[in-house]
């Protein structure tokens, strides 16, 4: 059961990882992984996907590779966070 934490650890991860680099590249598998949404529900979905990353990765199987993908889960985690706190007080209208 741990070693499936792990999977859903790491793939909700690289969803969120996926999400920001395609959101940069404007590709379509940018709508794919938000499901065509835009504004704040976009906004939920990049958040969300790095936070079931974190929340899989705790009771994920122990060992090294859990200590980098814990790791990892926070850095994309907060990445996303910091990259909403941007979109939402960062472009208002002055």
């Given at each position: 059961?741990?070693?499936?934490?792990?999977?859903?650890s790491l793939t909700f991860t690289l969803l969120g990882l996926s999400t920001i680099i395609f959101l940069l590249q404007?590709?379509?598998?940018?709508?794919?992984?938000?499901?065509?949404?835009?504004?704040?529900?976009?906004i939920v979905f990049l958040n969300l996907y790095n936070?079931?990353?974190?929340?899989?990765?705790?009771p994920a199987e122990r060992n090294k590779y859990?200590?980098?993908l814990f790791t990892?889960?926070?850095i994309m985690?907060?990445?996303?966070?910091i990259l909403t706190f941007?979109?939402?007080?960062?472009?208002?209208e002055p």
């Open positions: 059961m741990r070693k499936l934490f792990s999977v859903l404007g590709g379509s598998l940018f709508e794919i992984l938000t499901f065509g949404t835009k504004g704040t529900s976009f936070l079931l990353g974190l929340l899989f990765a705790f859990s200590v980098l990892f889960s926070i985690l907060l990445n996303s966070l941007v979109a939402v007080y960062g472009f208002q």
